[in-house]
T-cell receptor, first 115, second 111 residues
Framework: GAGVSQSPSNKVTEKGKDVELRCDPI?????LYWYRQSLGQGLEFLIY????????KSGLPSDRFSAERTGGSVSTLTIQRTQQEDSAVYLC?????????????FGPGTRLTVL | SQQGEEDPQALSIQEGENATMNCSYK?????LQWYRQNSGRGLVHLIL?????REKHSGRLRVTLDTSKKSSSLLITASRAADTASYFC???????????FGGGTRLMVKP
């Protein structure tokens, strides 16, 4: 595809429900990142996938958060038992290699609202 | 904790004026990148400056980097209303491979 896509674009859920957010990176990009952005704030790193290596999960805020990347392409971020403080825009990005050398291409984000 | 901190948090100028945004960081870096974000959605990469570079230009953008002061600045010359957006600096994390983003500067350019 032409760019990074994310779905859904908006998600409203009730507290306690599970949600799945999807990211389709740019074809051929080996690195994939998930970030969270609360209203008016900067980006908070969540998790990073690079090729077939074990993901860097150091940014996940709690064990309710998990992510997978199947076949080195599509990634799913799962939030279990959602809480109101999980409300944010969840952004996915991909790059062709190490972030320190390459720009990241961002998707449009998924706006999650937990009621 | 955030590696990059932008200053000011918000900036309002008239069209045609120059806009300067600053970024400070705490640890050593390999490079520093600036991104732009419209309407709280996806970010767009603007420019990357390496630690051995002091200044870089791209169109109306000028970025400087002072590694001794651990700071960078982004200058947008002859601003336009379409430059209204949030601007973030991002630094690499020597302990990993992700970028660490600052809190951003919200720029408003009035026509």
């Amino acid at each position: 595809g032409a760019g990074v896509s994310q779905s859904p674009s908006n998600k409203v859920t009730e507290k306690g429900k599970d949600v799945e957010l999807r990211c389709d990176p740019i074809s051929g990009h080996t690195a994939l990142y998930w970030y969270r952005q609360s209203l008016g704030q900067g980006l908070e790193f969540l998790i990073y996938f690079q090729g077939n290596s074990a993901p860097d999960k150091s940014g996940l805020p709690s064990d309710r958060f998990s992510a997978e990347r199947t076949g080195g392409s599509v990634s799913t971020l799962t939030i279990q038992r959602t809480q109101q403080e999980d409300s944010a825009v969840y952004l996915c990005a991909s790059s062709s290699g190490l972030a320190r050398h390459n720009e990241q291409f961002f998707g449009p984000g998924t706006r999650l609202t937990v009621l | 904790s955030q590696q990059g901190e932008e200053d000011p948090q918000a900036l309002s100028i008239q069209e045609g004026e120059n806009a300067t945004m600053n970024c400070s960081y705490k640890t050593s870096i390999n490079n520093l990148q600036w991104y732009r974000q419209n309407s709280g959605r996806g970010l767009v990469h603007l420019i990357l400056i390496r630690s051995n570079e002091r200044e870089k230009h791209s169109g109306r953008l000028r970025v400087t980097l002072d590694t001794s002061k651990k700071s960078s600045s982004l200058l947008i010359t002859a601003s336009r209303a379409a430059d209204t957006a949030s601007y973030f600096c991002a630094t690499d994390n020597n302990a990993g491979n992700m970028l660490t983003f600052g809190g951003g500067t919200r720029l408003m350019v009035k026509p």
